[in-house]
């Protein structure tokens, strides 16, 4: 079982563009292993490849309460959306913070599996949410940002503050 270590924002390599996966390899699987397993321990209902330092574009999720309904996506992408979400996010590289960001109620992706399955996933709410937010960490984009200039320097703030305070 390997924990990856989760950047945290402001780190920089959260900025970077995951590259699409080509080879469907024991390499891949492994991530994806190893990305769940993080997930799972940090709790979190959701995590980038991106936010472990590895810029492929894999994620995964879990919305369910009893944490039994992984879902894996490769190279996914989002082919229909709709709807307006209200529902808060947050995420494990930027603990403690919850906001509101726009979002899209209903999501079709498109995406494969670990083995290289390509399937479809129609999703909504929660996992709807989760996805978008997951989609944005392969393209550099951390969930904070789409907040006001203002919002993200008190958040950049509250985030050191509690460094200082777990160092
Ligand atoms: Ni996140």
């Known amino acids: ?30 991530l994806a292993r190893d990305l769940a397993e993080t997930m799972y321990a940090a709790p979190g209902v959701g995590l980038a490849a991106t936010q472990v330092d590895v810029h492929k574009q894999v994620i995964v999720l879990d919305v369910s309460e009893r944490r039994d309904a992984l879902v894996t996506l490769v190279n996914p992408e989002i082919v229909e959306s709709s709807g307006a979400s209200d529902i808060e996010e947050g995420c494990l590289s930027v603990p403690g913070i919850y906001e509101m960001v726009p979002r899209a109620e209903r999501v079709r992706v498109r995406a494969h599996d670990a083995n290289g399955n390509a399937f479809t996933l129609e999703a909504q709410g929660l996992l709807a949410v989760c996805i978008q937010h997951e989609m944005d960490h392969l393209q550099g984009k951390v969930f904070v940002e789409y907040l006001s200039q203002l919002k993200q320097t008190r958040i950049r703030a509250r985030l050191a503050k509690q460094l200082r305070k777990s160092a």
Do not use: G
């Not at 950047?7 to 900025?15: I, K, T, V």
């Open 1 to 30: 079982m390997t924990i990856l270590n989760i950047l945290r924002y402001p780190d920089a390599r959260l900025h970077k563009t995951a590259a699409p996966v080509t080879v469907f390899d024991d390499q891949l699987k492994k």
